[in-house]
């Protein structure tokens, strides 16, 4: 007997992690009569006198923002990690606690309180890979800072306050635990085969083309045969690099032309500005990670619509986490989707 | 120079899993211009006719609910996990996917539509008790079945499609991951001590008198030192004890009146419906686990008010969880409620 990934439901190894996916495929056929988002304003000015990311406007802290032109970072006012803590262990019986030593920024992607990355020219989105791949160096090169976490919430559902296309950077002393865990499994891949384990899954991928959402010359974005979240999504070089730094100019556009690609589907999909959180997961900074290849993942929450999310609750808090369609369902879906923005034609 | 726990952002060690928190203390400071949640309806008719967990309606599978009086189980319409499904496991390069086999199961806490937990009676929360136990029982004696899970989404905002009183119980054959850390960690810890990793850590607890929000002769009530939610609470029971079927009547009689004051404090601190999701840590039930020391846990998402949430989002999902609050400060503010339904009042 064989599995039928479309019947059965099954858990899905994620080689990257270590950890297990469970896929309950018949489990959209349920009713839902939980929770209703609501959807999301599409229609911006390009102009928000009262947004503090905008050009000129002065921020709660007091300071002002400069009449900035294509893409501007700064020290978050309200950071969550802060430059001058010491990172001392304290352990008392079995509390364990250590100082955290971090910076965190906000890298505006745009003045024009009007756009998304979707809705960016490429050669626009290139220019926030290229200040990403300057905060990564600079960040990454400082005392007591061994790595550098570049992230976006975009929407209001995923907990931005903020509509103004932004990013944030969150660098620290400590290796975050989803990094460590990548690093390991990623490393015992390369001592043994002497190659990268991502390089390697990507040829796999390539070869079997059931998962790949797009590719150029430099770049595959796909659904990960173990993405958790509905509509996941992974873009990442087909050569091993070991971090964004390493992108040469023309990689750097190819890399923007994917992310607008990806973004331009998800908007796609339900014809909404689609909610989600991505990052960069690539080598920390304190070291030489021969065995790290980095990538952007994408975790949107929408499953059914654009006002019905997966809720990670309960069964995904105690024990793994679950999904109710298949990544296969989902990358022929979005697949099949244009990728010229709804909002263009 | 000492780690001062509400100004410097640190991180903290959750000795029962192995992983990390990051801590920000000062971080609530920031204003809040982000997304708000409705405020749940708290006034519900005890009998609703389009209910399908109320007695003697009918279900969307057909089925009919019976006229049940105090609680009642069965098998979920919509089950995630099938008992038919073959358990194999399938390689190809790099990708690996396994079968699952399992049961999932609604249990409807009471016939009456209206209450909630904290709004029913210590006996009536401890019938809930005994049809866990006897679940766990049963699920637990299964061929192909190796764990129980018992969790509650409480509330639209978890996911919570239907507000009649009820929770969850998904039975497979596989170990979750949550579950094999907590089976990992506390085995090296009763290997080395012999004694209850948990059962230690709740002696050093009770000792400081810091965290703890409740206790009476069986159980304690605290936010664990490494919690992650904001309001993130625990309740254990103070003698060893590797799953709830172990309880006596009195020892159950116990865990209810602890369920009872944890979920009437949560609703007081914003006097609203406070929603979570619970669930049962235990020993997974193909064996003996003398290491294992079963808890319940709440995982509550609200932040600042019954309108602002957490959000586990960007950061979170890319590196550690984060929370803004500390874990005193939480317990000093639960602590400080009454134990009597701001409803009743
Ligand atoms: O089974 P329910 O209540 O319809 O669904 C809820 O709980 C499940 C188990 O935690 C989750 O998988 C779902 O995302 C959630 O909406
Ligand atoms: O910093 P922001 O955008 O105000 O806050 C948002 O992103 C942070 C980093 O992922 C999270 O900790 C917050 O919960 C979320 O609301």
Known sequence: MKLDYNEHPHRRYNILTGEWVLVSPHRTKRPWQGKQEKIPETKRPKYDPTCYLCPGNTRAGGEQTPKYESVYSFTNDFSALLADTPNILEEDGLLKAQGETGIC?????????????????????????????????????????????????????????NPHPH?????????????????????????????????????????????????????????????????????????QLQNIAALSKEQALAFAEAIKVVTTKFDNLFEVSFPYSSGIHQSPTDNDYPEWHFHMSFYPPLLRSATVKKFMVGYEMFGNPQRDITAEQAAKKLKGLSNTHYSLK
């Open 167 to 239: 990013g944030q950077i969150w660098a620290q002393y400590s290796i975050p635990q989803e990094v460590e865990r990548k690093t390991k499994m990623q490393r015992a891949y390369f001592e043994k085969n002497d190659s990268s384990l991502l390089g390697d899954y990507l040829k796999q991928e390539l070869d079997k083309d059931e998962r790949i959402l797009f590719q150029n010359e430099h770049f595959v974005a796909l659904v990960p045969f173990w993405a958790v979240w509905p509509y996941e999504a992974m873009i990442a070089p087909k050569k």
């Open 105 to 161: 920024k906000v890298v505006c992607f745009s003045p024009d309180h009007s756009l998304t990355l979707p809705l960016m020219e490429q050669k626009a989105i290139a220019d926030v890979v290229a200040l990403w791949q300057k905060e990564y160096s600079e960040l990454g090169a400082k005392q007591n800072i061994r790595h550098v976490q570049i992230f976006e919430n975009k929407g209001a559902m995923m907990g931005c306050s």
